[in-house]
């Protein structure tokens, strides 16, 4: 194998595959990246055996071949070097790099005894507008469960519908729906349960991205392409197999109305529930008294052996809410901060049902998003 | 007690003070910070009984009065209050604060129970320009010894003498000193060893700021005093404990000339040194030749198991070196970046002195820092 390359490109796409190449101590070869030059690519991958990731890197292939190396070595090395180009050649299962006034070697390993990475072979796929979709999964990546009780659970679920995909998490005690609209309608419905990891690299990989995304998807796996640039050839692949299981029919958990709606300033919400976190007891507990008539919350939280935090937010009543009494839930208050920092707008929209049903918070002006937390029983 | 203060008034002290109060298990209160209102400031100290702190915040005491508050409660809950006006109150041993919207009840303990932190009542001082005096001390804090075994190592030399402080610390493999010069002379010559601890507190603290500082001494203790704006009253005072024993006549290690000294581009020094030392050994060694006659130097690594890497970089040999032979020296990287790094100005002057003997790095053009390295005995 021999190939010259711009150190960015290579480095491009060093940044992306290195990300799931891991320290997996019974099986070292999953540590390096698989390196291989055919045609006009220099083509970089590297997986995990649950989650797989391809980049092409436009070279001049001298001579076409193949190695894997260690990705952390190869990953750290070509980040430092200066801003030229960059000859590649293996020889003797060894990577030889000449940069300017650095050469180097690099041990690597037979590219054979690397674990084939899966292909979908279907040829239909769902187009997806990439900056939108990694926000949407942004907004509920983080609230799966953390863990293996419930597999199904411990994944993103999508929802594809004719004309809108549901990206929905939850862990039982707070839910988090995104809703995407597409412009035209797709060909196909279809749901599964993405792995949080994979997820979690959509939004690493493409979420300053902009540009389409195609989505293949097999019985068992998912396959997310993204072309490069004015070109039909693929730039990155990320292949993921999927969750089996039913994802639960959460809409039920979702609440269809509410007693009493109020309209807050985000940002102090936020504060005072962070400020009032500070006297919270053992189980995270702040309490909030929604009060109709004032268009005022109370946040409270108690701690014998530290003190007592009192703070009020005024808001605005919703028309539909039940004005006649003072409604008071106690919130884990780590589940509301991490609602608040995914609602966009500066206002948010607080929805209580009584001291035990769950509350929802929405963005103001946007029905696409919501949030929904339980309260902690008091009993 | 009862004072009205600002909110910023009181969070700039608590983000001072804050820094020494820790995690004390044997004896609580010094988790706390002392308030004291008295006159027309609150004051805020606090102490590990090695370092103490003090700040004087200005405020409209309707009562004086004290108590010491968790450090950590108090801060991180007055730094999420607004911009406005708080009302302290004392009362049965628990502060109370109101801020717009906002009640609180912090639990104290008694101001009584907060050990003393000492005075120095001499009159004398000597004036330092804050700024230079905390960038030369940031210069050398890293390299003090890290153990116990030569306690007179683990802190910083600072040397007094008519127009100069020399400030100086190492750990018996690299030494760095730093000499600042006084516009008037002093009227006291004087050295001691200050503790890492309250030297980066020092960094910490003044680096940002401009302005003069007041240094008084007494046989065990340094007080460093940071005036008000437009005021003889301080607004900050650093105690501190020194360490005893003598500091070793280091300047003998300084080596008073050299075989071969080579001009260098300094990131592209650092930067090679990085890459080298991605394919160095368990001891972290890289190998520098320098060859006087070609005015460069050749960086070379290599580890039996990952690979190894030659870089080249052109610099200007000094009139004064040998230039009859190449000289090979091995290091430890690490010591030769954490140099580097301590190097201000764009080119380094590095000057080696055979296979064993100490090396030295130099900013070019400014003859007040210098960093001495030892190589790795290669025996």
Redesign the interface.
């Known amino acids: 194998m021999k190939i010259i390359i711009l150190k960015e490109n290579l480095n491009n796409g060093l940044n992306i595959v290195y990300r799931v190449a891991g320290r997996n101590l019974t099986l070292p070869i999953l540590n390096n990246i698989l390196i291989v030059a055919e045609q006009n690519f220099l083509n970089l991958s590297s997986t995990d055996l649950e989650l797989g990731i391809k980049y092409w890197a436009l070279g001049k292939v001298e001579k076409e071949g193949s190695l894997t190396v260690?990705a952390k070595?190869l990953s750290?090395?070509v980040g430092?070097?200066p801003e030229k180009k960059i000859a590649l050649e293996v020889k003797n299962q060894?990577?030889y790099l000449d940069c300017e006034?650095?050469?180097?070697?690099?041990?690597g390993l037979d590219a054979q005894d690397y674990p084939i990475i899966p292909k979908i072979e279907d040829e239909n796929f769902i187009e997806l507008n990439m900056l939108p979709f990694c926000e949407g999964l942004a907004q509920v990546v983080d609230f799966t469960a953390p863990n293996q009780v419930r597999p199904e659970l411990s994944g993103v679920y999508l929802n594809f519908q004719k004309d809108r995909v549901q990206i929905t998490a939850t862990d039982s005690f707070r839910l988090a729906e995104k809703t995407l609209y597409f412009e035209k309608k797709i060909s196909r419905e279809c749901s599964f349960i993405l792995p949080q990891k994979t997820a979690r690299e959509l939004v690493n990989i493409f979420s300053e991205k902009d540009g389409q995304l195609k989505l293949y998807l097999s019985l068992n796996q998912v396959l997310f392409e993204c072309p490069m640039l004015e070109t039909p050839h693929p730039q990155i692949q990320i292949i993921s197999r999927l969750i089996e299981g039913d994802y639960p029919d959460y809409q039920s958990i979702i609440p269809k109305k509410y007693e009493v709606q109020i309209a807050l300033p985000k940002n102090e919400f936020l504060?005072?529930i962070?400020?009032a976190s500070?006297?919270s007891g053992k189980n995270n507990e702040v309490k909030i008294k929604v009060n109709p008539k004032k268009e005022e919350i109370e946040i409270l939280s108690q701690n014998p052996?530290?003190?007592?935090?009192?703070?009020?937010?005024t808001g605005k009543i919703s028309e539909a809410s039940n004005k006649t009494k003072e409604i008071a839930t106690i919130f884990n208050y780590r589940f509301l901060i991490d609602g608040l920092a995914n609602i966009k707008s500066s206002t948010v929209l607080f929805e209580v049902n009584g001291e035990e049903g769950p509350a929802v918070l929405r963005p103001e002006g946007d029905a696409h998003y919501l949030y929904v937390v339980m309260p902690i029983k008091t009993t």
Not at 305 to 313: A, I, P
Request: charged share 15%; glycine share 4%.
């Open positions: 260690p070595i750290s090395f430092l070097l060894t990577l006034n650095n050469q180097t070697q690099i041990k504060n005072q962070k400020t500070i006297f052996e530290l003190g007592e935090n009192k703070s009020v937010l």
